[in-house]
């Protein structure tokens, strides 16, 4: 049993080389059409300053405006991860103009909202449309409190 010892060994390690390879190359085909050169800039992050520019035009270059989104409208359905991400992105694009997240009390209100929902801003949340730029972007004039 012992002269077979060796050979048993040198098959595992060969079983185990094969199936780490077929892993290998079975993981290769899936993602293979998941990453194109062509796709470089065409991300969230690097088109977001696009989807804000018109918003960005209408509002002062510092100070304090509102935030609000999905998460800040009753009953709206939202994804925390996805708000959180928009957010981030919004805040960075509209630097050094401060978003106060949550928050109507203030002359402007930028909101972001992507989801469609049976919105009625005025009478919950107290702010009015001043301009929807599409893409879920809008600016509403907020409670100044």
């Known amino acids: 049993m012992t002269r077979f010892r060796p050979i048993l060994q040198a ?35 690097s088109t977001w300053p696009d989807r804000l520019l018109l918003v960005q035009q209408d509002l002062p270059p510092t100070g304090v405006i509102g935030y609000i989104s999905e998460q800040d409208y009753p009953g709206a359905p939202f994804s925390p991860i996805g708000q959180d991400e928009e957010y981030v992105l919004t805040q960075y694009v509209m630097a050094p103009l401060i978003l106060d997240r949550g928050s109507v009390k203030h002359e402007f209100v930028l909101g ?14 107290g702010v009015y449309l001043i301009y929807d730029y599409g893409y879920g972007i809008s600016l509403f004039k907020g409670t100044e409190q």
């Open 112 to 125: 972001n909202f992507s989801n469609p929902y049976d919105y009625d801003f005025t009478a919950v949340l």
């Open 11 to 45: 098959a595992l390690i060969l079983a185990m080389l094969i199936a780490t390879c077929t892993a290998v190359v079975d993981y290769s085909r899936q993602t293979a059409g998941l990453w194109s050169p062509q796709r470089i800039g065409q991300d969230a992050a």
